[in-house]
């Protein structure tokens, strides 16, 4: 399974963004998908994920302003944002897993959100 992470870049505090991921390979396997991010200096950590039956979880620092959504034709999982704040700036990556194991075992490449004036 290959992910391939798309959507970043410079917005303004309290602007919106979107962030795509598109799964590629045998991606029939896959239970979940989501998004983890990491600042410098920080640990990678959750941001949301969702499952194929679109059961959600969030990171508790972004309910009420990120919303995950998964197609699963289209092999895709996007992450709205909006209302974003300084402290969203990182690396956001994409992630997927076989399993109800979290993370899950597969990484894409990351996509820099900064969030700045």
């Known amino acids: 399974v290959q992910l391939q992470a798309s959507g970043g870049g410079l917005v303004q505090p309290g602007g919106s963004l979107t962030l795509s991921c598109v799964a590629s390979?045998?991606?029939?396997?896959?239970?979940?998908m989501g998004w983890y991010r990491q600042a410098p200096g920080n640990q990678r950590e959750l941001v949301a994920h969702?499952?194929?039956?679109?059961?959600?979880n969030y990171a508790d620092s972004v309910k009420g302003r990120f919303t995950i959504s998964r197609d699963n034709a289209k092999n895709t999982v996007y992450l709205q944002t909006i209302s974003v704040k300084p402290e969203d700036t990182a690396v956001h990556y994409c992630?997927?897993?076989?399993?109800?194991?979290?993370?899950?075992?597969?990484w894409g490449s990351g996509t820099q959100v900064t969030v700045s004036s």
């Open positions: 992630n997927a897993g076989r399993f109800a194991l979290y993370p899950g075992e597969y």
């Open positions: 969702i499952d194929r039956s679109g059961t959600t």
């Open positions: 390979g045998s991606t029939f396997m896959l239970n979940h």
